[in-house]
């Protein structure tokens, strides 16, 4: 991993859902920032240097001034309060309170749902060609309990079909609640783009994944026309927010 040499550095992967979440609001607001890659599939995540800014061995990380933030939801709140223009958090207490509403679903149901079938695709080809040792020594080194089990599962026992099916009846409960809140819109937490969006794009960017269990944007009008109006916005391109490329 490359050093530090910026007042505001982010440490992300690509690819990393919850650090294009914070990618789109430094975008967003313009900010200049030094991006330091983290490879997951390195473990660098693992790696004491890292560890050292954020305990749970998570990307994203921002560094601010010397200072780590850990947390994607945290981050892009931080963010908006050290740079409150354009701001990304709505006026009205109400509707502040829908935006972190949808923040506290992100983080609880919605990368959750994801991850079970991402991890099959993306984290399992590499677990799977460890040996006994190595899968011992990998995990010894990840800090986060479940997390821990996550990796024990994708080098030996991956998500089975019946955990993918729950995962996607999250999605689909997801996408109806976006669906009913947009009905108030024209943004998911009323009139005005919001942090709220830009948690759930990292996701539904990634649908298409599920296509072949049925689930479509285009099944979900608002939510579709919410998704024509977020992606035009030049920050969600200069992000790099986009769909995920399997090898065959
Ligand atoms: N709640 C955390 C979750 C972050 C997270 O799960 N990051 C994933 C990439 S999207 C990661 O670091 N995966 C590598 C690993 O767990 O070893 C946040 O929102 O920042």
Request: aromatic letters at 10%; hydrophobic letters at 45%.
């Amino acid at each position: 991993m490359d050093r530090i040499t910026s007042s505001l550095a982010l440490y992300h992967a690509w690819v990393s859902s919850a650090s294009r979440r914070v990618r789109f609001v430094l975008e967003e607001k313009e900010l200049s920032y030094q991006g330091i890659l983290v490879n997951l599939l390195a473990f660098e995540q693992h790696s004491p240097e890292y560890l050292a800014l954020n305990p749970n061995g998570f990307v994203p990380t921002l560094v601010h001034d010397g200072q780590p933030v850990i947390e994607s939801s945290v981050i892009c709140e931080y963010l908006d309060e050290v740079h409150p223009s354009p701001s990304l958090r709505p006026a009205a207490p109400i509707a502040r309170a829908r935006m972190r509403v949808w923040a506290k679903w992100t983080d609880e149901v919605v990368i959750r749902a994801f991850q079970v079938a991402n991890w099959n695709r993306m984290m399992a080809p590499t677990a799977r060609t460890w040996s006994d040792e190595e899968v011992e020594r990998r995990l010894k080194a990840v800090p986060v309990p479940d997390r821990r089990e996550d990796w024990r599962r994708m080098a030996r026992e991956p998500f089975s079909e019946a955990e993918i099916a729950h995962a996607v009846a999250n999605i689909r409960r997801t996408l109806d609640r976006m669906e009913a809140d947009l009905g108030r819109g024209p943004w998911l937490a009323g009139d005005t783009f919001s942090l709220a969006d830009i948690h759930l794009s990292p996701y539904i960017v990634r649908l298409g994944e599920h296509e072949e269990r049925g689930i479509r944007l285009a099944d979900y009008p608002r939510c579709a026309d919410w998704w024509g109006r977020l992606t035009s916005r030049p920050a969600f391109a200069r992000a790099r927010i986009e769909p995920v490329v399997f090898a065959a």
